[in-house]
């Protein structure tokens, strides 16, 4: 059962028994309820839905309601005031999806499943009932692994330092010529010690401590992962660092805006920039599991198997799923932090403007 929410009074839901409805489309109306009233009343329509049950919301975008009023294009006062009169509340996206993801929703889609902004004005989300579960502090079974260089990027370091500091998470340091070997060695050990998880760290990645909370959450959901990576953009490149494949394993060649609100996608290949492995799944895996190989030819060119690839190779050969999220966003540092966006395209930010403004609001994780 659908039901529409046009007035205040349907906010209300008389005659609604609790974990009935299917779907609530709130329309804007988001935008007419009073801002301190807003988490509650998101509360007490979840209650109204079934599990899985969906929420449809519309709301004013006051970023770019400021955008229109810097620039000087656009109306302003049209976008705030709309055709219901000056609006109770003022959403972007990052409170958007805090307030859905505090009230037990999780965003699964966007207008006509597609992108957050139907047009220039507003935010369309389509939100599903589910909670999932606050990690305690320290995590348990987790630790960050590095491989590392003699000399590396402060910023990544930074971040890893606040990051694992946050969430009391135990940080492993390998520095030495050939990475793979540091990073068997040290995955090694922790298997070893009985860790749950190991979370590799690139030494020019940017995150924080809610892409590492939504990794853990989203492995702890799918006991049938075993590798689980953000999307992140290639270095030097405008391309994202990933390659699905169908369940058969076959190259996935027709890929749709949809499948990036998916929880998981199975891939190829994945990366080391902020990835969460499974390590009980290397338990079996034949060592070594980083190997360089050259092309048939003996040489270091197109056709080699780089470290990192024979990784994956090793595990696939043993059976093992490697996915990437959507919801996880991250940066790579290469001078500018580039970020991967709705709808899979690119955002260069320099250093100083991440500090002074934090991620685009387009490349956040939800």
Not at 86 to 99: P, Q, T, V, W
Not at 180 to 187: A, D, S, T, V
Not at 200 to 207: A, G, H, L
Request: glycine content about 8%; proline content about 5%.
């Amino acid at each position: 059962m659908k039901r529409e929410m046009q007035t205040i009074e349907d906010l209300r839901c008389d005659g609604v028994e609790d974990g009935t409805l299917e779907e609530i489309d709130l329309g804007t109306m988001l935008d007419r309820v009073n801002g301190a009233e807003t988490l509650n009343l998101l509360r007490f329509l979840a209650g109204k839905l079934k599990n899985r049950g969906r929420l449809r919301v519309v709301v004013t975008d006051f970023d770019a309601v400021v955008e229109a009023y810097r620039s000087g294009t656009g109306d302003p006062e049209k976008m705030l005031c709309g055709e219901h009169g000056l609006n109770r509340a003022m959403f972007n996206r990052g409170k958007l999806s805090d307030l859905l993801n505090m009230a037990g929703f999780e965003i699964v889609g966007g207008a006509d499943a597609a992108a957050w902004k139907p047009n220039r004005e507003t935010l369309s989300v389509v939100a599903e009932k589910r909670s999932r579960r606050e990690p305690p502090v320290p995590i348990p079974g987790v630790a960050a692994v590095m491989s590392l260089p003699r000399i590396a990027w402060t910023e990544t370091l930074s971040h890893t330092l606040d990051v694992c500091g946050a969430l009391q998470m135990p940080l492993v340091r390998s520095t030495g010529v050939f990475w793979g070997q540091c990073l068997e060695r040290m995955l090694e050990k922790l298997l070893e010690k009985g860790m749950k998880y190991a979370l590799t760290v690139d030494y020019d990645s940017i995150f924080d401590a809610r892409d590492v909370v939504r990794l853990w959450q989203i492995m702890e959901d799918n006991p049938s992962l075993d590798v689980l990576c953000p999307l992140q953009v290639g270095r030097d490149r405008d391309e994202l660092l990933v390659h699905l494949v169908n369940p058969d394993g076959s190259p996935r060649v027709n890929v749709t805006t949809e499948d990036f609100y998916a929880e998981t996608l199975d891939i190829k290949n994945g990366h080391f920039g902020l990835t969460m492995i499974r390590l009980d799944a290397l338990r079996d895996v034949p060592h070594p599991w980083f190997h360089g190989q050259p092309n048939a030819e003996g040489r270091w060119h197109e056709n080699r198997v780089d470290d990192d690839i024979f990784f994956w190779h090793r595990l696939r050969a043993a059976g093992r799923r490697v996915a990437v999220t959507p919801k996880v966003r991250i940066g790579h540092l290469q001078l500018v932090v580039t970020w991967p966006t709705d709808d899979c395209s690119v955002r260069h930010q320099y250093v100083n403007k991440y500090h002074d403004d934090g991620r685009p609001p387009e490349c956040m994780t939800y």
